[in-house]
């Protein structure tokens, strides 16, 4: 898979981090415009509006608020069908990317390309589960006046699929790869080890025997 870069764009239009929240889950939109004018307007302090990101049909990407801060991008929550909606403010623990389109457009093949690639970039550096609940369209928290956002044409099966694919260098789930270190560090396993691989009883009890050795040391 081919590399993109990420262009720093800016917007006054955030607020300083989470509020101890981090990201679990991603949204994606339609900008219902197009880009240029769809940066500039979300760089308007007028529009009290933004995105983390911005994807244009070429395959650019922008981001306008770093990911650690909130980007004020979901609006008022109507409606949601969104299990992981919990009564407060979704922007605080949602990272949002906007597709430049119009109602109704599908991606471009290289705007789609580059929509995989900055998902999986925020997916491991944030350690998101790839389900339907954590990557999810506008629509799921404003079910009755963003119901065509991102639209009928984003090609959720497709994205699923490829997030879910076994690639040559596989994604790594973050606390499995924590654990794993955390036990390499300790002596009860060894670099060699690999976080899915199936574990034979005698496996297991060899190392909780080298667990209750060292503590008994």
């Known amino acids: 898979m081919r590399d993109f870069i ?16 981090k990201p679990i889950v991603i949204v994606d939109h339609i900008t219902t415009g197009l880009y240029p004018g769809t940066l500039h307007w979300m760089q308007n302090p007028t529009a009290k509006a933004s995105a983390h990101y911005l994807v ?24 949601p069908n969104w299990p992981l909606y919990d009564g407060t403010n979704p922007n605080r623990y949602t990272l949002t990317i906007e597709h430049e389109g119009l109602a109704g457009d599908a991606l471009t093949e290289e705007q789609y390309q580059a929509s995989l690639w900055l998902h999986k970039k925020l997916i491991q550096k944030w350690h998101i589960a790839v389900t339907e609940d954590t990557i999810i369209g506008h629509y799921r928290i404003d079910g009755v006046n963003r119901v065509n956002c991102p639209g009928p044409n984003f090609p959720w099966k497709r994205l699923f699929e490829d997030l879910n694919a076994n690639e040559a260098e596989p994604l790594v789930v973050g606390w499995k790869e924590e654990i794993m270190q955390q036990a390499t560090e300790a002596g009860l396993i060894t670099s060699a ?22 503590i008994e040391n």
């Open 6 to 21: 990420v262009e720093w764009a800016g917007t006054p239009n955030f607020s300083n981090g989470r509020k101890g929240r």
């Open 56 to 79: 244009t049909k070429t395959g650019l990407i922008f981001q306008m608020v770093k990911d650690e801060d909130t980007a004020w991008a979901n609006g008022v929550v109507n409606k």
């Open 193 to 214: 080890h690999q976080a899915d691989e199936p574990a034979p009883k005698w496996f297991v009890l060899a190392v909780v025997l080298n667990a209750l050795k060292r």
